[in-house]
């Protein structure tokens, strides 16, 4: 079951809620990825607090307006056309290399779906830059265990 900002673990109660909003979009997609759901809480907590610290007050303050409601609506508009997930809306989102269960998987940040899976990490970078440098975005490379191993500039 999808966590959301109505429906989250007891121990995201205390947290702001920027940080609360983004440990709950980090904790889903780890859950989707097949980790466990002990296991995804405290790693996406780690992450979202780390996020809010070097996030600018413009990226928190859009980050916030895409509330609970509208994200069920392009949730629901996604599982009701499997074809889509990768829609303009992704444009300007970052793309992420995370470990898969088949290998590494690159994932625009925000998508439900993982775009690719490649079978070496090295794959998967390489791909990622490319979606990126198409996009005019950046490449954020995580190790195994889900925390961010590098970020990667790309030129449009």
Do not use: C
Not at 51 to 74: G, M, V
Not at 78 to 105: T, Y
Not at 133 to 144: N, P, R, W, Y
């Amino acid at each position: 079951m999808p966590w959301s900002m109505k429906d989250y673990p007891a121990s995201l109660k205390n947290l702001e809620k920027p940080v609360r909003k983004k440990a709950i979009d980090i904790t889903n997609a780890m859950i989707d990825e097949g980790y466990e759901e002990g296991r995804a809480i405290p790693i996406a907590t780690s992450k979202a607090k780390e996020w809010a610290e070097n996030a600018s007050t413009d990226e928190i303050d859009d980050f916030l307006t895409h509330d609970d409601e509208t994200e069920r609506d392009a949730e629901t508009e996604r599982d009701a056309d499997p074809s889509s997930g990768s829609g303009p809306e992704l444009m300007n989102k970052a793309e992420h290399v995370i470990k898969h269960k088949k290998g590494w998987a690159v994932k625009a940040e925000g998508a439900k779906r993982v775009s690719e899976i490649k079978d070496t990490k090295k794959e998967a970078i390489e791909r990622a830059k490319e979606i990126a440098a198409h996009k005019g975005t950046e490449v954020i490379v995580h190790l195994a265990d889900g925390s961010v191993q590098r970020k990667i500039k790309t030129g449009s």
